[in-house]
Nanobody, 120 residues
Framework: QVQLVESGGGLVQAGDSLRLSCAAS????????MGWFRQAPGKEREFVAG????????NYADSVKGRFTISRNNAKNTVYLQMDSLKPEDTAVYYC?????????????WGQGTQVTVSS
């Protein structure tokens, strides 16, 4: 069982930056693909970014390409989401997730989420 804890959310203005972190309990963290998802009020949860177990492959939703960067530190069991040039439409609860297969596969483990609010 992988436990994931997100942090770093908050209230910012449009154009600002935030960095989200997700700490994993699993000592074999380096075996897991990791992803960030988000869910805005009244909308379905959507994929934001994913990173392979080694960090060598990343994938992004079109809406965040060029603004968000996913990275990981396997020595610290942590995955990050650097969010730049934030827009009001980025407002959502952000979740990190893990699966022991591939970035574009179903995710098995989820964190509790962290709120990101971007004011205009």
């Amino acid at each position: 069982q992988v436990q994931l804890v997100e942090s770093g959310g908050g209230l910012v203005q449009a154009g600002d930056s935030l960095r989200l972190s997700c700490a994993a309990s699993e000592r074999t963290f380096s075996n897991y693909a990791m992803g960030w998802f988000r869910q805005a009020p009244g909308k379905e949860r959507e994929f934001v970014a994913g990173i392979s177990s080694s960090g060598g492959y990343t994938n992004y939703a079109d809406s965040v390409k060029g603004r968000f960067t996913i990275s990981r530190n396997n020595a610290k069991n942590t995955v990050y989401l650097q969010m730049d040039s934030l827009k009001p439409e980025d407002t959502a609860v952000y979740y990190c997730a893990a699966n022991p297969r591939r970035v574009n596969d179903v995710y098995d483990y989820w964190g509790q989420g962290t709120q990101v609010t971007v004011s205009s």
